[in-house]
Nanobody
Protein backbone atom coordinates (compact mmCIF):
# COMPACT_ATOMS: atom_id res chain seq x y z
CA UNK A 1 0.00 0.00 0.00
CA UNK A 2 1.27 3.43 -0.88
CA UNK A 3 1.67 6.23 1.64
CA UNK A 4 1.44 9.80 0.36
CA UNK A 5 2.98 12.97 1.76
CA UNK A 6 2.26 16.39 0.29
CA UNK A 7 4.54 19.40 0.55
CA UNK A 8 5.09 22.76 -1.06
CA UNK A 9 2.12 24.71 0.21
CA UNK A 10 2.41 28.17 1.66
CA UNK A 11 1.31 31.79 1.54
CA UNK A 12 1.52 33.54 -1.81
CA UNK A 13 0.16 36.75 -3.30
CA UNK A 14 -2.48 36.70 -5.99
CA UNK A 15 -0.86 36.13 -9.36
CA UNK A 16 1.93 34.10 -7.84
CA UNK A 17 2.96 30.48 -8.27
CA UNK A 18 3.60 27.40 -6.17
CA UNK A 19 4.60 23.83 -6.89
CA UNK A 20 3.07 21.13 -4.75
CA UNK A 21 4.73 17.74 -4.41
CA UNK A 22 3.25 14.39 -3.43
CA UNK A 23 5.83 11.81 -2.44
CA UNK A 24 4.81 8.17 -2.47
CA UNK A 25 6.36 5.36 -0.47
CA UNK A 26 5.60 1.78 0.50
CA UNK A 27 4.26 0.73 -2.88
CA UNK A 28 5.08 0.56 -6.56
CA UNK A 29 4.38 4.17 -7.48
CA UNK A 30 4.02 3.42 -11.18
CA UNK A 31 0.93 1.30 -10.42
CA UNK A 32 -1.09 4.27 -9.27
CA UNK A 33 -3.20 6.80 -11.08
CA UNK A 34 -2.97 10.06 -9.19
CA UNK A 35 -5.13 13.08 -8.54
CA UNK A 36 -5.23 16.33 -6.64
CA UNK A 37 -8.25 17.54 -4.74
CA UNK A 38 -8.71 20.61 -2.59
CA UNK A 39 -10.93 21.66 0.26
CA UNK A 40 -11.58 25.26 1.21
CA UNK A 41 -12.70 26.10 4.70
CA UNK A 42 -16.38 25.32 5.13
CA UNK A 43 -16.69 23.71 1.70
CA UNK A 44 -16.68 20.20 0.33
CA UNK A 45 -13.56 18.65 -1.09
CA UNK A 46 -13.38 19.15 -4.85
CA UNK A 47 -11.49 17.69 -7.75
CA UNK A 48 -8.56 19.65 -9.20
CA UNK A 49 -6.60 17.43 -11.62
CA UNK A 50 -5.85 13.81 -12.44
CA UNK A 51 -3.17 11.84 -14.26
CA UNK A 52 -2.70 8.24 -15.30
CA UNK A 53 -0.12 5.97 -13.74
CA UNK A 54 2.14 6.51 -16.74
CA UNK A 55 1.83 10.29 -16.73
CA UNK A 56 -0.92 11.08 -19.20
CA UNK A 57 -3.12 13.91 -18.01
CA UNK A 58 -6.76 12.90 -17.58
CA UNK A 59 -8.30 16.28 -16.88
CA UNK A 60 -8.63 19.44 -14.87
CA UNK A 61 -11.40 21.21 -13.09
CA UNK A 62 -12.70 24.12 -15.16
CA UNK A 63 -11.72 26.53 -12.42
CA UNK A 64 -8.01 25.69 -12.77
CA UNK A 65 -7.72 24.79 -16.44
CA UNK A 66 -4.92 26.75 -18.09
CA UNK A 67 -3.41 27.75 -14.72
CA UNK A 68 -2.51 24.45 -13.04
CA UNK A 69 -0.42 21.58 -14.41
CA UNK A 70 -0.29 18.05 -13.05
CA UNK A 71 2.70 15.79 -13.57
CA UNK A 72 3.92 12.39 -12.37
CA UNK A 73 7.52 11.25 -12.31
CA UNK A 74 7.64 7.56 -11.47
CA UNK A 75 11.42 7.54 -11.23
CA UNK A 76 11.08 10.03 -8.37
CA UNK A 77 8.01 8.39 -6.80
CA UNK A 78 6.47 11.85 -6.89
CA UNK A 79 3.47 13.61 -8.36
CA UNK A 80 3.40 17.36 -8.79
CA UNK A 81 0.87 20.12 -9.14
CA UNK A 82 2.18 23.39 -10.57
CA UNK A 83 -0.05 26.30 -9.59
CA UNK A 84 0.20 29.55 -11.57
CA UNK A 85 -1.77 32.79 -11.69
CA UNK A 86 -3.12 32.03 -8.28
CA UNK A 87 -6.32 33.65 -7.08
CA UNK A 88 -7.66 34.11 -3.56
CA UNK A 89 -10.35 31.54 -4.36
CA UNK A 90 -7.61 28.93 -4.80
CA UNK A 91 -7.02 29.08 -1.05
CA UNK A 92 -7.57 25.58 0.31
CA UNK A 93 -5.93 22.49 1.70
CA UNK A 94 -4.65 20.50 -1.26
CA UNK A 95 -4.65 16.71 -1.09
CA UNK A 96 -3.08 14.16 -3.37
CA UNK A 97 -4.76 10.82 -3.87
CA UNK A 98 -3.85 7.51 -5.48
CA UNK A 99 -5.90 4.87 -7.26
CA UNK A 100 -4.40 1.42 -7.54
CA UNK A 101 -6.80 0.16 -10.19
CA UNK A 102 -10.34 0.89 -9.05
CA UNK A 103 -12.60 1.52 -12.02
CA UNK A 104 -14.33 4.84 -11.64
CA UNK A 105 -14.48 8.46 -12.63
CA UNK A 106 -11.14 10.18 -12.34
CA UNK A 107 -12.77 13.24 -10.80
CA UNK A 108 -14.58 11.34 -8.05
CA UNK A 109 -13.17 11.01 -4.55
CA UNK A 110 -14.61 7.49 -4.38
CA UNK A 111 -12.14 6.32 -7.03
CA UNK A 112 -9.13 6.95 -4.81
CA UNK A 113 -8.28 4.72 -1.89
CA UNK A 114 -5.12 6.41 -0.67
CA UNK A 115 -4.81 9.99 0.51
CA UNK A 116 -2.16 12.28 1.87
CA UNK A 117 -2.57 14.55 4.88
CA UNK A 118 -2.85 17.72 2.81
CA UNK A 119 -0.86 20.91 2.40
CA UNK A 120 -2.28 24.40 2.94
CA UNK A 121 -2.22 26.94 0.12
CA UNK A 122 -3.22 30.48 1.02
CA UNK A 123 -3.49 33.17 -1.63
CA UNK A 124 -3.67 36.76 -0.44
CA UNK A 125 -5.32 39.51 -2.46
Amino acid sequence: QVQLVESGGGLVQAGGSLRLSCAGSGGTFSRYHMAWFRQASGKEREFVAAITRFGTTLGYANSVKGRFTIAKVNAENTAYLQLRSLKPEDTAVYYCAANGGVVGSYDSMKTYGYWGQGTQVTVSS
